[in-house]
């Protein structure tokens, strides 16, 4: 993958998840700053993701763990425990929210 395709994905994702956000969860702040998106949650904590350029990955860290996703097809794939990207992002944000977070 090229450089420019690889930010046009990531790019796209991260609006999908500002998206998100923005219209269905009044109580998780969403910050982008450059390639790194912090969710910020009532409870004081956070989910980031962030754009691994050189390695065309996006990385999530969460109060659990830290994960390496790589695109894999169409969907972004956790290169060490295999979780799908989504799935991911709404089991975490549920579970810091504590309210059912869900990225279709």
């Known amino acids: 993958m090229k ?7 990531t790019d796209a ?7 998100i956000i923005d219209q269905g969860y009044p109580d998780i702040d969403c910050e982008r700053n450059g390639g790194v998106l912090t969710l910020s949650f009532e409870n004081s904590t956070k989910v980031i993701v962030n754009k691994q350029e050189p390695l065309h990955q996006i990385w999530v860290a969460t109060r659990q763990n830290g994960f390496h996703f ?6 972004w794939i956790d290169n060490r425990f295999g979780h799908e990207l989504k799935t991911l992002l709404s089991e975490a ?5 504590c309210d059912n977070v869900v990225f279709p």
């Open 93 to 97: 944000c549920s579970a810091q929210a």
């Open 3 to 9: 450089d420019h395709q690889y930010h046009a994905l």
């Open 13 to 19: 994702f991260f609006q999908y998840i500002e998206d």
């Open 70 to 75: 790589e695109l894999k097809g169409e969907q």
